[in-house]
């Protein structure tokens, strides 16, 4: 008994207890994620497998107190409290193939060297320091004590008509070493290039310091300043971010997408609540147990009374239309002290009711109808919401690495104007120009600063503002993986660099079909050709292409530098017999045209040495080879410094006094040098004609006509290299392949929120036959049953002891004016959702309309912004190479703008690039054949040659086209017409263009 008694009490204080919170949640989500499992399962717009409302560990939004109780936070405001969690590695196949070789991040297009405002001379003619800038004083020195040989006169070893221009100094130029005041780095031809001084970097803020540091050419610059390369601290050590990073952690911290789950996941909880009200269970009131005590004195008279009414009632609508309810109720009211003493009364009923109106059955239906139609709009509409979520977070993206990009762009620029100024100052102090040249520059310096500083600053913005759309805390640092970067760098240098050779084989091809080509004007242009060859076919290599064979163009390469440098043997030869056979040669003459040759017979080594390494002799022979040349070279360099210390006793010397310096002294050292400067030329002469030997390269023509024909066909064996080369070398954009009518059509049948829009209007439809319902009679009908307990014993029922009751209500139509308003109301509404689907209809093709006129710009802007840059380089190139020989009245302002449009050029390009590919995005989301992957990844991003597929029928995942009814409900037949709707045959409906008219041929012409 006691145990019964211990069982009756538990089970009392559980019921008055009910389940626990977590057990309520749980079933909440086993009832919520069953609904859109049934509802969006085996669809295209199903929600991930790990679709989930609570936030998961790693996201800011995790709430490490009860889920089912939980705490309030402290209110006490903490900074940087949020830390990334681990990121997984990433292929770098995914969008390239491995580089070879390559460090620098975000490769520029060849950069251009700063100008010499200043006549330099050209660096392919040498000018010894006695004979550029010592010879006038030694000759107006020397004149006075040799008048009578006549040896030493004033002579200037650069004829104004011969100003060494060759073209080859037009070839293409990599980037710009920036050097510290004193050393210099040579760069390919000779020119020699100063490091930018530390003050340049000391006028940027740090914070664009570290942004600049970002990229490997900004560190070269840097390390050639300070000779080192940039500290850790100086450089930015926050988590760089990919674009799959940057959607991992959207996926986990973005306020608006855990919006979007809760939205989805609160409306399948919706239709779990409509769809119990068809199930047969306890209703939300009449399950009750109630306990009154009473203490009665009437009269003198107490009556003490203990009454417990129980009730227990449980409903069903029912699929016709009608309600189900039933409930049993029983009432004790026990007597104590009564006039009968103490007495029980104990009595029972059961009610069965049924209800069932006849004329608005479907109204029944409705919030089931709708909550069942809502959970599939719902999930098309999260669908879709990570798909623009992908584009927008891609955007936002490629948008940054566009920043930084301009970030490169403007840091080279400002340092090449920076090392501009330096040069202006340079050539001012040594009045070689004027002083509003060097403002000008300055000028420039001033603005070029002004705009990485602002750029800068932006990109600042624009990481915290992407902070703020993943949802990080704006304070944690971040940095953007460039990697990316620079695979898009390179697909754009590759293509500048396929318009320079394109640009050089015009010039080949004009001057070869010219009426009287020039031999040398043939040769420097096809060095020039090869030189832009080999780099196409370098930057092919670095996009992990297939790597072409350059062997040939190597060697034809060599080939024509060493004629090339004979030919300016050649000419020096010339110019210092031309001196020798003039009736009184002076010696200062003879030794300038002779250091001269010197100069350019050993450029002629080094280029006969690289030819020799490439027709496969040793590494031992071509050491020895180079360490002969290279005794050659110092002793050329020990005669320049006995040149210069003979100069320095000249310029030391007191002009007004002839006892100063001692002239006959003079004469002899000057002849000791112009010995030594002989037999300088005699031995590398010899070493020549010992290198001729072992590259097998032709000394001279036999025949001038027979070496111009036998240049053309070299020339024309190049060029249909060439175009060869640039035949498998696709560059540019790629096209997509989806007409304007395809795209339209593809969009109309697949788009989501087209799908809704159907669906809404089929509610307007709807709405309709539940108003026309409601303009007729009502007529509900009812039938209740009554048993009562016999007696006092709660459970003995009998039919003999009963009630039945059969009801029918009909309200007729005599006052319909609320519902006739109300009807005219839903027929307005349906016309309005007709003009809403048609104007979503229209809107989504004048989307993908202007989504395929966006890109076709963006490929024929892009082939226009890309020769835009080879044509600013090559005004860049040109520009520089007149200011350096001083032709053509070439300004510091002619230069500037030539700098400044190249720099507008390498912007426009890389902008381009980026627009097409946020641009396809867009086309490939208009068009609903953008799918997301589980981790919120378009998986064909990196494949531009991913087409969208067309379709022109409506899929059969869209069945039925205006939405489903739920099963198991008896709808009138009205409201069933929707299911059966006939969707026809999607069809353009225009006339055929001439072209589809015409029949196709049989073969295809060529």
């Known amino acids: 008994m006691a145990n019964g008694l211990r069982a009756l009490l538990l089970v009392l204080l559980a019921l008055l207890a009910g389940c626990s919170r977590t ?21 295209p717009w199903e929600p991930p497998y790990d679709f989930d409302v609570v936030p998961s560990l790693g996201s800011r939004f995790h709430d490490p107190t009860p889920i089912d109780d939980p705490r309030l936070p402290h209110p006490s405001p903490q900074l940087y409290a949020y830390a990334l969690p681990q990121l997984p590695d990433r292929d770098p196949a995914r969008f390239r193939r491995e580089f070879q070789n390559r460090s620098a991040v975000g490769q520029a297009p060849p950069a251009v060297e700063v100008a010499s405002f200043t006549n330099s001379g050209s660096p392919f003619r040498r000018s010894p320091a006695v004979a550029a800038s010592s010879t006038r004083v030694l000759a107006s020195k020397a004149s006075a004590a040799t ?12 004829d104004p008509g011969d100003s060494g221009d060759d073209p080859n100094l037009a070839t293409e130029l990599e980037t710009l070493p920036p050097v510290d005041g004193t050393a210099t780095d040579s760069l390919g031809d000779g020119l020699g290039i100063k490091p930018v001084p530390p003050s340049v970097w000391e006028d940027l803020p740090k914070g664009c310091l570290v942004r600049m540091f970002e990229f490997q050419s900004i560190r070269d610059e840097f390390a050639r300043s300070y000779r080192r390369e940039p500290s850790g601290a ?29 939205t989805l996941y609160r409306t399948a909880l919706r239709l779990s609540l409509q769809r119990f009200d068809y199930d047969l ?58 006039a009968s003493g103490f007495a029980t009364d104990i009595g029972s009923d059961i009610v069965l009711d049924i209800q069932q109106t006849v004329l608005q059955i479907d109204v029944q239906f409705e919030p089931l109808t709708q909550a069942e139609r809502d959970v599939v709009y719902a999930a098309r509409d ?22 930084y990009r301009q970030v490169q762009i403007n840091a080279q620029n400002y340092l090449d104007l920076a090392r501009a100024f330096r040069q202006a100052e340079a050539e001012y102090r040594a009045q070689q120009v004027p002083q509003f040249q060097v403002d000008q520059v300055e000028q420039q310096v001033l603005d070029g600063r002004s705009g990485l500083i602002g750029i800068c600053n932006s990109l600042e913005q624009a990481l915290d503002n992407l902070k703020i759309e993943i949802g990080l805390p704006t304070e944690t640092p971040i940095d953007i993986d460039l990697s990316e970067l620079e695979t898009l ?36 242009s096809a060095v020039d050709l090869i030189d832009r060859l080999l780099g196409m076919l370098e930057t092919h290599r670095d996009l992990g292409q297939e790597p072409l064979d350059d062997t040939e163009l190597r060697d034809l390469r060599a080939v024509l530098h060493v004629q090339q440098a004979r030919g300016d043997v050649g000419t020096a030869r010339r110019d210092l017999e031309e001196e020798l056979a003039t009736e009184e040669p002076t010696l200062a003459a003879v030794y300038g045209r002779t250091l001269d040759l010197a100069a350019q017979l050993l450029n002629l080594i080094d280029r006969q040495i690289e030819l020799a390494g490439l027709r496969g002799q040793t590494e031992e022979t071509i050491a020895d080879m180079r360490q002969t040349a290279n005794g050659l070279r110092q002793r050329l360099e020990q005669i320049d410094a006995a040149d210069e210390q003979l100069f320095e006793k000249v310029r030391a010397a007191n002009p007004d006094s002839e006892d100063d310096f001692d002239d006959d002294q003079f004469i002899n050292d000057f002849k000791m040098l112009a010995d030594d400067a002989r037999r300088l030329r005699e031995a590398a002469e010899e070493f020549v004609r010992l290198l001729d030997q072992v590259v097998g390269v032709p000394t001279a023509d036999a025949n001038p006509e027979q070496a111009l024909r036998d240049r053309i066909a070299a020339v024309d064996d190049l060029v249909k290299r060439t175009d ?51 303009l007729k009679s009502f007529l509900n009908l009812r039938a209740t049953q009554t048993v009562r307990s016999v007696g006092n014993t709660p459970f003995d029922f009998s039919f003999d002891d009963s009630t039945t009751r059969l009801n029918a209500t009909l309200d007729l139509p005599f006052n319909r004016r609320s519902q006739r308003n109300t009807f005219r109301q839903t ?16 809107t989504i093709k004048l989307s993908v309309r202007n989504e395929l006129r966006a890109l076709a710009l963006d490929r024929e802007q892009y082939a226009v912004d890309v020769a835009s840059a080879g044509l600013a380089f090559e005004r860049v190139v040109s520009t520089q190479l007149e200011q350096r020989l001083g032709t053509g009245g070439v300004t510091a302002r002619d230069f500037l703008q030539a700098q400044e449009a190249y720099i507008r050029a390498l912007s426009s390009v890389a902008g381009r690039h980026i627009n097409y590919i946020v641009n396809r995005m867009d086309l490939f989301l208009a068009l609903e054949v953008l799918e997301v992957d589980e981790r919120g990844f378009w998986s064909e991003l990196y494949d531009e040659s991913a087409q969208p597929t067309p379709y022109y029928q409506l899929p059969p995942h869209g069945f039925p086209f205006y939405g489903e009814l739920p099963a198991g409900l008896h709808y009138s037949p009205d409201v069933r017409r929707m299911l059966h709707v006939d969707p026809g045959t999607s069809m353009f409906h225009r006339a055929r263009t001439s072209e589809e008219l015409e029949p196709i041929p049989a073969v295809l012409p060529e």
Do not use: C
């Open 23 to 43: 057990h309520y949640r749980r079933r909440a989500d086993v009832d919520a994620y069953t609904m859109l499992h049934e509802k969006a399962g085996h669809t």
């Open 147 to 158: 008048s009578q040989t006549s040896e030493l006169q004033h002579v200037s070893f650069l």
């Open 234 to 262: 100086e450089r930015d050590t926050a988590q760089a971010l990919q674009l799959e990073d940057i959607i991992e952690l959207t996926l986990l911290n973005s306020r608006e997408y855990q919006t979007r789950k809760e």
């Open 281 to 338: 269970k306890p209703s939300v009131a009449g399950n009750r147990i109630a306990t009154t005590y009473t203490h009665d004195r009437n009269g003198g008279v107490t009556v003490n009374r203990l009454t417990g009414p129980t009730g227990f009632q449980a409903d069903k609508m029912l699929a016709a239309g009608g309600t189900l309810l039933a409930n049993f109720a029983n009432n004790v009211v026990l007597t104590f002290n009564g």
């Open 382 to 403: 999260f669908a879709r919401f990570r798909k623009t979520l992908f584009t927008d977070l891609a955007t936002d993206y490629y948008r940054l690495i566009q920043t």
């Open 489 to 524: 760098t390179l697909h754009d240098e590759l293509a500048v660099r396929r318009e320079l050779v394109r640009r050089v084989r015009k010039r080949l091809v004009e001057e070869r079909d010219s009426d009287a080509p020039e031999r040398l004007v043939l040769l420097s």
């Open 724 to 774: 060869r080369l640039l035949s498998r070398i696709g560059v540019g954009l790629v096209p997509i392949e989806i007409d304007f009518d395809d795209a339209m059509m593809t969009a109309l049948v697949l788009r989501f929120d087209l799908m809704n829009e159907r669906g809404t209007l089929a509610d307007d439809w709807r709405q309709i036959k539940l108003a026309g319902d409601d």
């Open 827 to 842: 027929l307005i509404n349906y016309q309005a959702g007709l003009r809403r689907l048609m104007q979503l209809e229209d």
